[in-house]
């Protein structure tokens, strides 16, 4: 078990959790497909613990490096930016009033977010200094713009009209790649 604490490890404990985090992506996105979107955000909070903790354990155990700094992107990327849009999409197009012109402008405006969101997370790994933590954020993180769909997600499917929804994508895909600051936790 030594390997769990070996920075040069593909195995080692950072990097567990971060496969934790990929796969309670995976099984949200599968959730999504059979229209579990309760399930599917349960898993996607759970992915977001593990994130968390990745990182916190890097740091600790001293396990950083290229290999955990592009897994934790590829993981960020699946649960916190492609399952969270495709969550969305799903439920918006799942209404029975959902028109042609919602459908393809939920598409496009979902196509925006995932291209936002990979800029982000390359940006972030082009940046990114192994065992460095800045103090601020630029720009909207994945995990917080996956809490905020989150919520688009409720009030899209419980209280805004589709187009609200739709708009609330498109600002939140924006604030990936804002000048925005916001505090690192």
Known sequence: MNFLYRADSH??????????????????MYLATQGNFVWAI???WIGGGFD????KMARKHGLSNEFGIQLDSYA???????????????????????????FVLAAGVSIYYIISGLRR????????EEGEVDEYFTGLPTPMGAIVLW???LGGVYVFPAFVT????VITGWLLNSNVKIKHL
């Open 11 to 28: 195995f080692n404990l950072a990097n567990m959790f971060t496969f934790g985090n990929l796969a309670s992506g995976l099984i949200a």
């Open 42 to 44: 349960v898993f996607l």
């Open 52 to 55: 968390i903790f990745d990182g």
């Open 76 to 102: 960020d990327f699946l649960s916190f930016v492609l399952t969270p849009v495709f969550i969305i999409f799903v439920a918006l197009i799942d209404q029975p009033e959902t028109s042609s012109f919602i």
């Open 121 to 128: 997370l390359i940006h972030f790994n082009i940046n990114a």
């Open 151 to 153: 919520f688009v997600f």
């Open 166 to 169: 739709i708009l609330l994508m």
